[in-house]
């Protein structure tokens, strides 16, 4: 299987400020197809999860534009470039060959 | 708006049963595969199993492979999860995700409130 590890566990913030979260598989998650399998998802309390960006870079429809993904092979970024209060939660990246999820790292605000 | 409305969990003992349900609207349901996911207390998220739009394919988790069946039935827009020999690390809050047009190489772009199933004697 392919093991997703996501660094840091946990990011306090202040508003206003950057943020970034990193998440590294054990195998490359571009595919034949070319298309490269990485999404990130956020889980705000007491919600189900949310989905961010897929493939990689791709917002999904609603989400702020400060809310950005990069990477490719096995190593991918997530990056909030100025953190709100409503972005609080647990953020996992997730990859889309055999449908693991990285163990999430918790942001909270300072 | 897509929705997705799961039901069925509950507290049962370890060995016994447990039938999921899952009520979609807001998208034309046989069009999209489905799938499971599940969230133990406190902890991250785990796929369960998924079904492509017309059953044709079916995947499953080795952790619940020969115990949960996943289907569907598309004239009720409908997906179930049939949980058999429950044990107490089945215990999680299960959610009902939609997929895209495959059960693997695919993401989860909406996904339900969940249903809480506790295995425990």
């Known amino acids: 299987d392919i093991v997703m590890t996501q660094t840091p566990l946990s990011l306090s913030v202040t508003p206003g400020q950057p943020a970034s979260i990193s998440c590294k598989s054990s195998q490359s998650l571009l595919h034949s197809d070319g298309k490269t399998y990485l999404y990130w998802y956020l889980q705000k309390p007491g919600q189900s999860p949310q989905l961010l960006i897929y493939?990689?870079?791709s917002r999904f429809s609603g989400v702020p534009d400060r809310f950005s993904g990069s990477g490719s092979g096995t190593d991918f970024t997530l990056k909030i470039s100025r953190v709100e209060a409503e972005d609080v939660g647990v953020y996992y990246c997730m990859q889309g060959i055999h449908l693991t999820f990285g163990g999430g790292t918790k942001v909270e605000i300072k | 708006e897509v929705q997705l409305v799961e039901s069925g969990g509950g507290l049962v003992q370890p060995g016994r049963s447990l039938r999921l349900s899952c009520a979609a609207s807001g998208f034309t349901f046989d069009d999209y595969a489905m799938h499971w996911v599940r969230q133990a207390p406190g902890k991250g998220l785990e796929w369960v199993s998924g079904i492509s739009w017309n059953s044709g394919s079916i995947g499953y988790a080795d952790s619940v492979k020969g115990r949960f069946t996943i289907s569907r039935d598309n004239a009720k827009n409908s997906l179930y999860l049939q949980m058999n020999s429950l044990r107490a690390e089945d215990t999680a809050l299960y959610y009902c995700?939609?997929?895209?047009?495959?059960?693997?190489?695919?993401?989860?772009?909406?996904w339900g409130q969940g249903t809480l199933v506790t295995v425990s004697s």
């Open positions: 995700a939609k997929g895209d047009g495959y059960i693997k190489l695919t993401y989860f772009d909406y």
């Open positions: 493939e990689v870079s």
